[in-house]
């Protein structure tokens, strides 16, 4: 079996080992290797609230009827939608669930701002550290810690 290394994966498990920073190269990879979301968050988020008819939806998000009956049938819309539905029912329509909307929505621009070259090169590392901030894909304490866990030894006399 042969071993291809990929660069892009070596530094992905780079920054996961807390071993180095995303750079910029890093972050224009993730873009170009990260499959976009073709349907506004807040849609699924809809959807999975069953308040408004695929009619409604069309007309307010500007989508043709044919096309939205086709995106409420893709496997990635309806992960979104399962997703939503569960985290309002675990957790109601509270501030959480807005947050979680909020943040979806930020997302976006942050991908934006990463395929944005005549944004500085600095500001898209920071981007790039944020949403592996997001994403919970940071080093924890415990991957940084190179020693063993202590050992504690109790003699009774």
């Not at 660069?7 to 993730?30: K, V, W, Y």
């Not at 509270?94 to 976006?108: S, T, Y």
């Not at 063993?148 to 006399?157: G, R, T, Y």
Request: include cysteine; proline fraction near 8%.
């Amino acid at each position: 079996m042969q071993n291809d290394s990929n660069p892009l994966i070596e530094e992905a498990d780079a920054i996961l080992n807390g071993e180095s920073e995303p750079t910029p190269e890093m972050a224009t990879a993730l873009v170009e290797c990260t499959a976009q979301i073709d349907f506004p968050p807040r849609l699924a988020y809809e959807v999975a609230l069953g308040v408004q008819s695929i009619s409604q939806l069309s007309e307010r998000y500007g989508i043709p009827v044919p096309d939205l009956k086709l995106l409420v049938k893709a496997p990635h819309f309806k992960g979104y939608v399962a997703a939503f539905t569960n985290d309002i029912k675990e957790h109601g329509l509270g501030f959480r669930m807005r947050a979680r909307l909020a943040a979806e929505d930020a997302l976006g621009v942050a991908m934006e701002i990463l395929k944005d070259d005549s944004i500085d090169p600095e500001t898209r590392r920071k981007v790039s550290a944020d949403i592996v901030k997001w994403a919970g894909l940071e080093p924890t304490k415990e991957k940084q810690s190179d020693s063993a866990p202590p050992v504690n030894i109790q003699i009774n006399l």
